[in-house]
């Protein structure tokens, strides 16, 4: 019984996990972002969102579900034309059906396997996308 706890608080905290992440590499993200034009009730969100040169929408994904919603929301911002790159952050990609990862693969901008790999890469990544480019 304890073992069953302790596995389900794990994968409880991937998502706030994630967002400490994005919030510690970015005090200016957005958490829980929808966007207030084309979608008001927020059927359709990121989340998080990091403004800057480009936008970046993220997304958190740890099961297949996550892995649908992720995409469709995607497909929305496409759809509104709305520039934006995007990142999807997985728990671990490799529980992900084959089906909903190709689905979102197909969509997405940049997939990062697991939070131990966005914490090594997404720094430079994000970096590179949002902050201005240097004059000079």
Known sequence: ??????QERVRDT???????LVVD???DAQLCYHDPDHDPGGRYPLDALVTGRR??????VANDDQCRD????????ERWERPLDSVVIFSNQE??????MARLGDIA?????SLAVARDRLPDWLTER???TSSG
Not at 14 to 20: I, M, Q, V
Not at 109 to 113: A, E, I, P, T, Y
């Open 130 to 132: 949002t902050e201005p």
């Open 1 to 6: 019984e304890v073992r069953h706890w302790t």
């Open 95 to 100: 529980a992900i059906a084959r089906k909903p």
């Open 14 to 20: 991937f998502r706030e996990d994630a967002a400490r």
């Open 55 to 60: 936008d970046v929408g993220l997304l958190f």
């Open 70 to 77: 992720a995409t469709i929301s995607l497909h929305m911002f």
């Open 25 to 27: 590499l970015r005090p």
């Open 109 to 113: 901008g940049k997939l990062f396997s």
